[in-house]
């Protein structure tokens, strides 16, 4: 395909101020036999066009997209590959919320009132959304995702600069470290640049120093960042926290698989049982619950099943296209 030829349409969305700009046209078809197989293909024979609609001048340092695919369990609505600035991720909270009432609104799966299912295959498994739908207009969305753990609970590194740091690991559809931002040294308040170098430097060590991995399946046995807190736990008021996760992308939302794990890392130190809810907050002010759905276990791990709300919104709608002579087709990045 010539670059004159590219035409890329997307519907805009966000949720809690995260950007989801899913792709409805113009991608090319991937043609793997599972899920991860195409996120394979897409990222070693089609990267080009997640960095086209994924960098500048299309998009930004902190963007976050998402590619529709076929897919391959029979029980799906739909299926999606996440992208951002770095590659491909295994899971998105704040994408599968804006999916559900994308996929409501698009008759992709017919409108039931009061609340409609969607099931959306992720690359980590089959999530369920829960959609409200009122005069057939789609609303808030709650998830239920793939069973979450507690990988590692008051783990140790040593981060430069910082020295030993004590940290948890959980998953919930990707993994991510945890700690009070208090143990850098910081707050919540301070200037974005230094919560991204802080929480920067822990992913590094974790890396360096951990090993990480997923029971069953090697391609999702990885860190995809770390969620710097302010030490509550969301009982009588809203935790906040920040989501530094691929290449320092920031997320805006209070992110879905995070707060996902943040979930089964509570309920694994006794903080959280069934039929409780807590609210989590992002830097923007957004907010998500989260609670346990129930208990569960993943290859003999004790594990739970979280349920997560929040609420998207469109923003818009885009056609992208590259000139013959455009010397940027396949974007950049400036930070």
Avoid: W
């Amino acid at each position: 395909m010539s670059d004159s030829s590219i035409r890329i349409a997307t519907t805009e969305m966000h949720t809690g101020g995260e950007a989801v700009r899913i792709v409805e046209s113009g991608y090319p078809r991937l043609e793997g036999r599972t899920i991860l197989d195409k996120r394979r293909q897409a990222r070693e024979h089609f990267d080009r066009y997640r960095r086209l609609i994924m960098f500048e001048p299309r998009g930004h340092y902190d963007m976050y997209g998402v590619i529709p695919v076929e897919p391959d369990l029979p029980e799906a609505d739909m299926a999606v590959l996440f992208i951002h600035n770095e590659g491909y991720s295994t899971m998105c909270g704040h994408a599968v919320i804006a999916l559900g009432r994308y996929a409501v609104d698009r008759g992709i799966v017919p409108a039931v009132e009061p609340a409609t299912i969607v099931r959306i295959q992720c690359p980590c498994g089959l999530v369920t959304a829960h959609v409200e739908v009122r005069d057939g207009r789609a609303g808030a969305v709650s998830f239920v995702s793939v069973p979450a753990f507690a990988a590692a609970l008051d783990a140790t590194v040593t981060v430069p600069g910082f020295g030993p740091v004590t940290l948890d690991i959980g998953y919930g559809g990707a993994f991510y470290a945890f700690l009070p931002a208090e143990r850098l040294g910081l707050t919540l308040e301070a200037r974005a640049g230094q919560l991204v170098e802080a929480a920067d430097a822990v992913s590094a060590a974790v890396k360096a120093q951990m090993t990480i991995e997923h029971p069953l399946e090697p391609d999702l046995g990885f860190l995809y960042g770390t969620i710097l807190t302010d030490g509550g736990d969301g009982r009588h008021r809203p935790t906040t926290n920040v989501c530094v996760f691929a290449d320092r992308e920031v997320d805006r939302s209070p992110t879905g698989s995070g707060v996902t794990a943040r979930v089964a890392l509570m309920q694994a130190r006794g903080d959280l049982a069934l039929g409780e809810t807590r609210r989590f907050r992002s830097i923007t002010g957004s907010e998500f619950t989260g609670a346990i759905e129930a208990l569960t276990d993943l290859a003999g791990r004790p594990a739970v099943t979280a349920r997560v709300a929040g609420k998207a919104h469109y923003s818009g709608s885009a056609v992208f296209t590259v000139e013959a002579d455009d010397p940027f087709p396949d974007g950049f990045l400036v930070r």
